[in-house]
Every structure is written in structure tokens, then in C-alpha cells.
């Protein structure tokens, strides 16, 4: 049986060889927590504003959308490179991000920062999943990594894009609820 001495030892030991692992993990783990802070903050002063002029900050909802028309047909095109200002909705999870896609509530707070950790270290991010009515994407998966790269200042992400084609009113719809650019830039902080 091994004693105790001997334990302690070889932790320390451990401990000595990889001294950075450690503390570098939990720098950057205060980083993230950082950020999310940070952007939650930023996010309810802008949510604040935007009450304030009658505005919307809600994510868009595919489904609401495609209720009102139907689906002609749709085609997958593969990996692209999607601008994140152009990702306007989601499928399912429009009560869960506002239109920055801040997420709204603290539930979510572990899995953004552990995908945020995973920005901080460059390491692989999976590719998101999106789909395409006209010129603007809605969310099939990817909520948060779309929240931790915009957050981090990235303009772009490579997803993999389904175009639903739908026949109808939708599309025209759509383009006139879409924010006032000049509108959300003004209240960008």
C-alpha cells in the first residue's frame, strides 16, 4: 500500500511538470465569464433602448414564417461561410437569444462559456446548421456558438446551409420586419 507521502508527492510532481495547464484553463475560463458578463449587460441596455422605441428584440421564427406559406421545395448547398449579420431567427429557440442572440436568461451559462473556452483556445468549433429564405439564415443548430462569436467580434462562420424555397408572402414580409439597420447600429454599444 502506497502512502500517503507518496500521493501527495507524485501530485506535486504532476503539478510541477504542467504548471501553465492549469492556471492558463482558468484564465481563460475567467475570460469567458467574463465576456458573458459583459455581453448580457450590453444586451439589456440595448433591449432597455429598444423597448423604449416601440422596437422589437426578438429573434425571428422560421416556423411562424413558413406557417403563412408553403415550402416549394428546398436543397442543401453545404459548407459555406455565413456573415452573422445576416442570421436574423431561429427554428426553435427564438425565447432563448434576443436578435443579437444574447442569450436571455442564465441557464444557458455553462455551455456558452465552455464553447466560449473553446474560441479562447482555438480549438474546433463545430460547423452550425442553417437555413436560407432569400438573403437571410434562421438557426437550426448552432445558437450558441453564434452568441460566442459575435460576441467575440466575428463577422463570419462556416455553416451548413439547407434553401427553403417558399411560395407566398413570407419573403416580402420579411424584408420590411427586418430591423432598420441604422436603427440597431445606433444602438450598438
Given at each position: 500500500?502506497?502512502?500517503?507521502?507518496?500521493?501527495?508527492?507524485?501530485?506535486?510532481?504532476?503539478?510541477?511538470?504542467?504548471?501553465?495547464?492549469?492556471?492558463?484553463?482558468?484564465?481563460?475560463?475567467?475570460?469567458?465569464?467574463?465576456?458573458?458578463?459583459?455581453?448580457?449587460?450590453?444586451?439589456?441596455?440595448?433591449?432597455?433602448?429598444?423597448?423604449?422605441?416601440?422596437?422589437?428584440?426578438?429573434?425571428?421564427?422560421?416556423?411562424?414564417?413558413?406557417?403563412?406559406?408553403?415550402?416549394?421545395?428546398?436543397?442543401?448547398?453545404?459548407?459555406?461561410?455565413?456573415p452573422l449579420?445576416?442570421?436574423?431567427?431561429?427554428?426553435?429557440?427564438?425565447?432563448?437569444?434576443?436578435?443579437?442572440?444574447?442569450?436571455?436568461?442564465?441557464?444557458?451559462?455553462?455551455?456558452?462559456?465552455?464553447?466560449?473556452?473553446?474560441?479562447?483556445?482555438?480549438?474546433?468549433?463545430?460547423?452550425?446548421?442553417?437555413?436560407?429564405?432569400?438573403?437571410?439564415?434562421?438557426?437550426?443548430?448552432?445558437?450558441?456558438?453564434?452568441?460566442?462569436?459575435?460576441?467575440?467580434?466575428?463577422?463570419?462562420?462556416?455553416?451548413?446551409?439547407?434553401?427553403?424555397?417558399?411560395?407566398?408572402?413570407?419573403?416580402?414580409?420579411?424584408?420590411?420586419?427586418k430591423p432598420?439597420?441604422?436603427?440597431?447600429?445606433?444602438?450598438?454599444?
Amino acid at each position: 500500500m502506497k502512502s500517503n507521502f507518496y500521493l501527495d508527492h507524485q501530485s506535486t510532481q504532476y503539478k510541477m511538470q504542467f504548471p501553465h495547464e492549469n492556471s492558463q484553463s482558468l484564465f481563460i475560463r475567467c475570460q469567458s465569464n467574463a465576456l458573458f458578463n459583459k455581453i448580457r449587460m450590453k444586451g439589456r441596455i440595448r433591449r432597455f433602448f429598444t423597448c423604449l422605441f416601440h422596437k422589437s428584440c426578438d429573434l425571428f421564427s422560421l416556423s411562424s414564417l413558413t406557417q403563412l406559406d408553403s415550402t416549394v421545395n428546398s436543397s442543401e448547398i453545404g459548407l459555406r461561410s455565413v456573415p452573422l449579420s445576416m442570421i436574423i431567427g431561429s427554428e426553435n429557440r427564438c425565447k432563448d437569444f434576443d436578435n443579437h442572440f444574447v442569450p436571455l436568461s442564465e441557464l444557458n451559462h455553462h455551455r456558452w462559456m465552455r464553447i466560449s473556452d473553446m474560441f479562447l483556445k482555438d480549438e474546433p468549433i463545430p460547423v452550425i446548421e442553417l437555413i436560407q429564405i432569400g438573403k437571410y439564415y434562421f438557426v437550426r443548430d448552432g445558437h450558441h456558438r453564434i452568441s460566442v462569436a459575435k460576441a467575440m467580434g466575428k463577422k463570419y462562420l462556416d455553416a451548413h446551409v439547407t434553401v427553403l424555397h417558399l411560395q407566398g408572402e413570407s419573403l416580402s414580409k420579411l424584408e420590411k420586419k427586418k430591423p432598420n439597420l441604422g436603427f440597431e447600429l445606433a444602438l450598438s454599444l
